[in-house]
């Protein structure tokens, strides 16, 4: 099964309005965008439908994160539904960002990306483990138990939504630091997610997208697209400036994974 590659940018909390128009008008100045890649911006929820309107023909939009609960008193929140309704086709779950500073709980994630998949949206659920838990040998107990409670809603966004099965593995020591995961450690966790997949549902895995993200650039990500179980990338940093987020899409245009049809 090939597996389109997905290059995701997460801006996270950066850029204004008008950043957000002349990064469209500099993927529109670049001509049309690559079809064997599937370009994905999470940008920040003031922005997410000015972003999904503005980059319409380039790229699909997401949220950074959505309400565990369908609607109500949640000051500052954001429902699935809303973000939906604004343009979203995408949204993250379980950003490294969130569980740590705003204490979600692996149950938590697992109930954000169920309402995110109730409305329609593809979530894509980020798994990672810190350094001290790499160091204490722990990486993949932490991922396995970050990954039990979703395995139910990746099961389902396999049938049910466009995107599919999409799961990002960010090793929190790698975000932001400059210090990609090696080629090498990346493809083994990746193995061992698809392979957590496949051991819940046969064929799960095989289907399944499952990102690389923490410090990519144009410098790392053809080694790291290189390896069979990486199928694209959630990028942070260098996302933000649209050439260089453009230089990683042509890099990864025409290197689809996973095995021949
Ligand atoms: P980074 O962020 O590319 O700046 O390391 C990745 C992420 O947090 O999604």
Not at 52 to 73: C, F, I, P, T
Not at 141 to 161: K, M, Y
Request: charged share 20%; net charge negative; hydrophobic share 45%.
């Amino acid at each position: 099964m090939k597996r389109t590659p997905i290059v995701a940018g997460n801006w996270k909390m950066n850029l204004l309005g008008s950043d957000v128009v002349a990064y469209a008008e500099a993927l529109a100045a670049a001509g049309p965008p690559e079809t064997d890649v599937d370009i994905v911006l999470f940008p920040t929820p003031v922005y997410l439908a000015a972003a999904a309107r503005a980059m319409l023909e380039w790229a699909s939009v997401g949220a950074q994160d959505v309400h565990a609960e369908e609607k109500g008193a949640y000051t500052g929140d954001v429902a699935a539904a809303q973000a939906r309704d604004a343009g979203a086709a995408w949204a993250l779950a379980g950003h490294s960002e969130r569980r740590q500073y705003h204490g979600e709980s692996n149950v938590e994630v697992a109930r954000k990306a169920e309402r995110t998949l109730g409305v329609g949206l593809t979530p894509v659920v980020c798994v990672g483990e810190t350094l001290e838990q790499r160091q204490q040998g722990e990486t993949e107990a932490i991922l396995d138990a970050q990954l039990a409670p979703v395995l139910a809603v990746l099961d389902a966004a396999d049938g049910d939504t466009e995107g599919g099965a999409v799961l990002a593995y960010e090793p929190v020591w790698a975000i932001g630091t400059g210090l990609s995961a090696s080629p090498e450690i990346a493809a083994a966790v990746h193995s061992h997610l698809r392979r957590a997949l496949n051991d819940y549902r046969s064929g799960l895995g095989d289907a399944a997208r499952i990102l690389y993200g923490g410090s990519v650039n144009a410098d790392n990500c053809v080694d790291l697209l290189g390896r069979p179980d990486i199928d694209g990338f959630l990028i942070g940093g260098a996302s933000l400036d649209p050439a260089s987020f453009l230089r990683i899409i042509r890099l990864c245009a025409g290197s689809g994974s996973g095995p021949a049809p």
